[in-house]
């Protein structure tokens, strides 16, 4: 447990590192002043200035006492008199060119993104799970192909029965009999040469389903492979586990044809590109589909995870290795950067609202009221933490 807290801190820290560093950046890159570079909220625990001035002086770096953020405070982003009209209000943001502003908002975004497609690159060159069918052009780079399990349903069979995510699955036999995958004989075009079982059968996920669904109840063994070890588990198929079928036997776990892909470093960073855009698109579209099913009642606002489900992730994750823990922590840097663009109060995103509304109008907002909603907005943020952190300890107790 210490160690899964140790890495999600890390893991947590690096991720608002390079977002602020991305804000940081691009508002010295144009001269706006920025007075505070910090990680963590609450009680400072110490801070620190560089000597001279230039890029990085003036600026007071610090750790706070609550690692769950960050900021960079930069001069008249919530504006007041003397960013307004004081004496260096020309190194404000508040009078920044809009164009600026804008990409002084925006550089914590990237920031994430070209974070997580490094870390995607680092993964890539060291080995990192893949499905082959979708990696098909590099099939002469594929290593140790295997089943894997990547979810288990809470409170199922397979739960109970301590089956986790990342085990794979090496055979499987009910009691009755030691087949191994050959009780149905039209299974046996299917089975080919694999790891846990003979010279002659092989594991595939079909294979595995139809066994699952033929048990009928009955006690079965799933042998799967963990930390380097064999392990056998014994899980009973129930009925009502999968939605849709209610009379289908099963024990709550899904399952991916994996393999160790690992690429030159010329070929990950194309892969890793290409990787990263695709992760974008589909984090958007996951995020279009929460937000139209809260409208439409399919989805709550309990179905989110906070930071402490997200730490369990984590511990997942570097549990089962470290291209694992990068991929991982790639995946929430594009979270990260994708809900910082909703146009939402206090969000980067709502920042960028107002500039434009601001751009369009050639009004600037009072600074009144744009400080006002800003901070309506981060408190509700914050309610919203405390109240999906407080689902996800709730769910560790259940």
């Given amino acids: ?29 144009f001269g706006v002043r920025v007075d505070e570079f910090a990680l ?61 502003q804008a990409i002084i908002l925006v550089a914590g975004v990237l920031g994430n993104f070209v974070f997580a497609w490094l870390l995607i690159v680092i993964a890539m060159s060291i080995g990192t799970a893949a499905s ?28 109970r029965s301590g089956i986790k995510e990342g085990d794979v699955i090496t055979g499987i ?47 079965m063994t799933i042998s799967i492979l963990r930390d380097g070890k064999q392990m056998p588990i014994s899980v009973v198929a129930q009925k009502n586990i999968i939605q849709g079928e209610p009379n289908q036997y099963a024990i709550g776990i899904s399952m991916e044809d994996t393999a160790t892909l690992r690429l030159p470093i010329y070929l990950a960073v194309y892969e890793g590109a290409r ?26 606002v309990s179905d989110l995870t906070g930071p402490v489900g997200i730490a369990g992730m984590v511990g997942t994750a570097a549990r089962l290795g470290l291209s694992y823990l990068l991929m991982f922590t790639a995946f929430i840097s594009v979270n990260l950067g994708i809900v910082n663009l909703i146009p939402f109060p206090a969000l980067d995103g709502g920042r960028l609202l107002f500039v434009a509304v601001e751009a369009a109008t050639r009004r600037q907002i009072k600074a009144g009221f744009a400080n006002a909603v800003n901070l309506v907005g981060f408190v509700l943020l914050m309610l919203l933490m405390v109240f999906v952190t407080y689902r996800d300890i709730l769910r560790l107790f259940r």
């Avoid at 594929?142 to 409170?155: C, K, L």
């Fill in 132 to 159: 082959p069918s979708d990696y098909p052009q590099y099939a002469n780079r594929m290593t140790n192909e295997r089943i894997m399990i990547d979810a288990v349903s809470p409170g199922s069979p397979a739960d």
């Fill in 40 to 100: 963590g909220f609450g009680p400072r625990l110490f801070s620190w200035r560089l000597k001279g001035g230039g890029f990085w002086g003036e600026t007071a770096y610090a750790i706070n006492a609550i690692p769950f953020g960050g900021f960079v405070k930069i001069f008249g982003e919530n504006p007041d008199e003397e960013s307004v009209k004081g004496a260096d209000s020309g190194r404000s943001f508040v009078n920044a060119k809009r164009w600026k």
């Fill in 1 to 29: 447990m210490l160690e899964t807290i140790i890495i999600f801190i890390i893991v947590l820290a690096a991720l608002i590192f390079v977002h602020e560093l991305g804000h940081f950046i691009a508002a010295r890159s």
């Fill in 275 to 300: 990787f990263t855009w695709s992760l974008m698109q589909e984090i958007v579209v996951g995020f279009g589909t929460l937000v139209a099913g809260l409208f439409q009642g399919s989805a709550s």
């Fill in 173 to 219: 036999s009910l009691p009755s009999s030691a087949c191994n995958f050959n009780c149905n004989s039209n299974l046996r075009s299917s089975i080919k040469t694999g790891q846990g079982i003979n010279a002659e059968q092989a594991i595939t996920i079909d294979a595995i389903q139809s066994e699952i669904a033929s048990s009928t109840g009955a006690s």
